[in-house]
C-alpha cells in the first residue's frame, strides 16, 4: 500500500513513534526514523530492517529540523510522508507549570511541527503530494481542564496549524491531517502505574474500555490515513481513543 514512501518520523524510538514507524514499515514505506537519542533509534531501525535509517536532531532546534530533512531526502531521494510526533508535555495545575516547561512544549510541540511541515514541503510537492500527521491530543476537550491547560494549549496549536497548511497545501496534493491517540506508551504506562486509582476511573470513560496499541491501534490507523484509500481525506483530527472524546 505504501511500497515506494518514504516516511519521516520524529520520535520515533519509542512508544506511538514506533508503533507508527513500525506499521509504516509493514507497508512498504522506508522509514526516517529522528530523534535525540541514537540508541533508541537504532533499536527500531533493527527491528525494521532494511529501508529504516536514523537521523539525530534536537527538533527544539531549527538548523537541526533543516538539517535532518535535507538529509533524509537526500538519502532516500525524497519524502513523501511527515509524522510530527515528538513532543515534550507540560502537564499539572496551572499555578505549578514553569514558563520554561510551556515553552518548551511548544517549541516541540507546535513550532517544531511548523519548521519540519515547511521543510518537507517542497520535497512532497516534488513527488506530485503526500501526507503529514501531527499529533494533537484530546486533553484539548476534556470534560474536567484542570491539570491539563498547557498541554491542551500547545495540542490545540498544532490543530490550528493542521487546518491551515490542509487548507494552503491541498492544491498541491498535500493533505494535513490531526489525530488524537490513547496510546500505551511508556509515559502513560508510567501515569497508570503511579496513579492507579485515577487510571482506572479514565479507563472508564472510554467506551472500548482500553487505551490502543501503539502499532497495532495506533500505527495502523495511520498508514491507512496516509494510503490511498483515503486520499480525499484532510484538515480533520482523528480521535483514536476508542471513542471518548467529542471533538464536535
Known sequence: MLAGKVALVTGGGQGVGRGIALALARRGARVALVGRTPARLEAVAAEIGDGATCFTADIKDAAAVSAAVHAVAEHFGGIDILVNNA?????????????????????????????LMKACR??????????????????????????????????????????????????????????????????????????????????????????????????????ALCGPDLSYLTGATIPLDGGQANFG
Open 122 to 223: 517542497p520535497y512532497l510537492r516534488q513527488r506530485g503530494g503526500g501526507t503529514i500527521i501531527n499529533l494533537a491530543s484530546s486533553a484539548a476537550v476534556r470534560w474536567d481542564m484542570s491539570n491539563y491547560g498547557a498541554y491542551a494549549a500547545v495540542k490545540q496549536a498544532t490543530r490550528a496549524l493542521t487546518r491551515a497548511a490542509a487548507a494552503e497545501w491541498g492544491p498541491d496534493n498535500i493533505r494535513v491531517l490531526a489525530i488524537a491517540p490513547h496510546a500505551n506508551s511508556p509515559g502513560l504506562q508510567g501515569w497508570v502505574d503511579d496513579n492507579p486509582e485515577e487510571a482506572e476511573a479514565f479507563f472508564r470513560t472510554i467506551p472500548l474500555r482500553r487505551v490502543g496499541d501503539c502499532e497495532d491501534d495506533i500505527g495502523n490507523a495511520v498508514a
Open 87 to 115: 513532543q515534550e508535555v507540560p502537564l499539572g495545575p496551572l499555578l505549578a507549570v514553569e514558563d520554561s516547561a510551556f515553552e518548551a512544549g511548544f517549541a516541540s510541540g507546535p513550532l517544531a511541527s511548523f519548521r
